[in-house]
């Protein structure tokens, strides 16, 4: 073992709620004056890499966290300057009325990796230490289940788990308090909620993919903080997504689409798409004469806030997208991860301050008391009303916004991996070949999301039974792991004696957690690679 180091809180995950509960726990301890030594861990090569989002962010928390956040020089330049809300059919698009929640008047088109960096750049000017490039494997626990602090990957072995002459063990961190923000489906957080039923009373949550590419575009196309969405086409009437296009400074366009992983049909693929929806006269038009500059995906969270756990327990608190508080019809959720990880930061320095731990359930109480309770509460039941299709889906959050979310029921969810019906019911899609102009295929995209993974290491792909790819996911669903993977990560090969089995590419793993989350007899456990490793976004 290597050596252990000691903090006050250790917190996991560099995004925009580990970075703001390690800024605010350090504004306090100036306003209170008491000192907490503060440690932030990211799995990434450096702050931002493995940070993708849309992205429109309301800045409500960012006012409440840095107010002069303009004079420091917080990189929100593109203010946005009008919606608009689409309606596609193949050839055709529709503008509607765009509703209330997603009018987006007072908020910014950003790059939320490039706002990270910043945020980085916040919290270790209050003192705050923060390593990238350091993974976590393992949550560490003393002999009365208490978290008691975490340990990082080690690095340097081979794909056989031996030690190389490269070899680094794992490094244990330990805290009087554990933050847990690693994310959408954090490997660690699994755990947690099976160790401490965290979400016994709650719903299951469900989830989307998003997979977005940034385009450069000609000027003339340009229109600086303009906002789009659609619905519609390419999807059918029974699958829950849509797309966005962003106007970012610089000639830049944010293009991406979203599909609820609670999607039927095992022949259906999200990266293609995403890539077929680029070819509607309506966005085509926006890209021709453009190039392409970046590309990835990643999961995103879509229960609300029947779907959020219980978020504290012996020793750590999980916050932002590890529990999920994104609001849906709003399409956003940086705004709401950071006021968690503010709450989560007022109640671990109250208790850490005067020598006791943080009370189990304060920090679930103080959440239930704030606006992230008034913001999502209301809209709890529009994303599962889209479980019976896009017009009744839309009926319903008609009402339900009309209501302010008052009726007394509580809609529920259904988990995502249960949700594929056999290959023998569904019609095969076929996809359009990418023509390398406006659509591309798999490899040209995961080059560009700068991926990279040492080959010579444990699979950070683990099957729990090797046979169930071919015994189950192919007799049945005509193996979806090649298709709802948009990192080309999943192909079903022929051996030398003919037999079919499944190969894992996984140094093309961009980390956007789809495999975890879909696969149907949930068989594939996603765990962290060397740290590092994966995609390294620019300015996603």
């Known amino acids: 073992m290597g ?13 925009p709620a580990g970075l703001s509960a390690a800024i605010r726990l350090k504004q306090l301890c100036a306003e209170k004056s008491h000192e907490l030594s503060i440690c932030v861990l990211e799995k990434g090569a450096e702050v931002g890499a493995h940070i993708l989002s849309g992205a429109v962010l309301e800045p409500r928390a960012l006012n409440e966290l840095i107010p002069e956040w303009k004079e420091k020089g917080a990189p929100l330049e593109t203010l946005v300057q009008q919606d608009k809300f689409l309606f596609l059919t193949e050839k055709k698009s529709f503008r509607l009325p765009t509703p209330p929640p997603m009018k987006n008047h007072g908020n910014y088109i950003i790059s939320l990796g490039n706002f990270c960096r910043w945020l980085a750049g916040q919290a270790e000017a209050l003192g705050v230490e923060i390593y990238p490039g350091f993974s976590v494997g393992k949550t560490l626990y003393n002999d009365r289940g208490k978290v008691i602090g975490v340990e990082t990957t080690p690095r340097g072995l081979d794909v056989e788990g031996r030690q190389k002459d490269s070899y680094e063990p794992g490094v244990q961190i330990l805290a009087r308090h554990v933050v847990f923000a690693e994310g959408c489906r954090g490997s660690l957080s699994k755990e947690l909620f099976e160790r401490f039923h965290l979400n016994r009373e709650c719903q299951p949550q469900t989830y989307g993919l998003g997979i977005k590419e940034l385009w450069e575009i000609k000027p003339e196309k340009h229109q600086q903080g303009l906002v789009v969405h659609t619905l519609g086409w390419p999807l059918d009437s029974q699958t829950y997504g849509g797309s ?3 106007h970012l400074e610089n000639q830049q366009l944010a293009i991406g689409f979203v599909i609820g992983l609670d999607y039927e049909n095992p022949y259906l693929s999200p990266y293609d798409e995403f890539q077929r929806f680029k070819h509607h006269p ?19 969270n879509e229960g609300g806030w029947q779907s959020i756990p219980r978020l504290s327990f012996r020793g750590g608190s999980l916050v932002g997208c590890a529990a999920g508080f994104l609001n849906v019809p709003k399409i956003k959720g940086t705004h709401t991860a950071m006021k968690s990880g503010m709450i989560a930061a007022e109640v671990i320095f109250d208790a850490l301050s005067q020598g006791v731990e943080p009370e189990e359930g304060i920090l679930d109480q103080a959440i239930r008391k704030s606006w992230i309770a008034e913001e999502l509460k209301p809209v709890r039941n529009i994303r599962p009303g889209f479980q019976k299709g896009l017009w009744a889906g839309l009926v319903n959050a008609v009402f339900e916004t009309i209501s302010r979310g008052k009726f007394p029921w509580t809609l529920k969810h259904r988990e995502d991996h249960h949700s594929l019906k056999k290959a023998k019911k569904c019609i095969p899609i076929s996809y359009p070949k990418p023509d390398g102009v406006i659509s591309f295929d798999k490899m040209s995209s995961v080059y560009l999301s700068n991926t990279n993974h040492a080959e010579d290491q444990p699979c950070h792909l683990q099957l729990k039974d090797s046979e169930i790819p071919i015994s189950y996911n192919l007799a049945n669903y005509a193996a979806p792991e090649q298709r709802y993977c948009p990192a080309g990560v999943y192909e079903i090969v022929q051996g030398a004696s003919r037999e079919q089995k499944l190969h894992i590419n996984a140094q093309n793993c961009v980390h956007c957690k789809a495999c975890d989350i879909k696969d149907p007899l949930q068989n594939i456990n996603w765990v962290p690679p060397e740290g590092g490793d994966g995609p390294r976004y620019p300015n996603m």
């Open 3 to 15: 050596d252990a180091l000691n903090f006050d809180v250790v917190i996991v995950g560099a995004g």
């Open 244 to 246: 966005f296009i962003y």
């Open 282 to 300: 309506a966005v085509k038009s926006l890209l021709e004469g453009g190039r392409r500059i970046s590309y990835g995906a990643r999961a995103l």
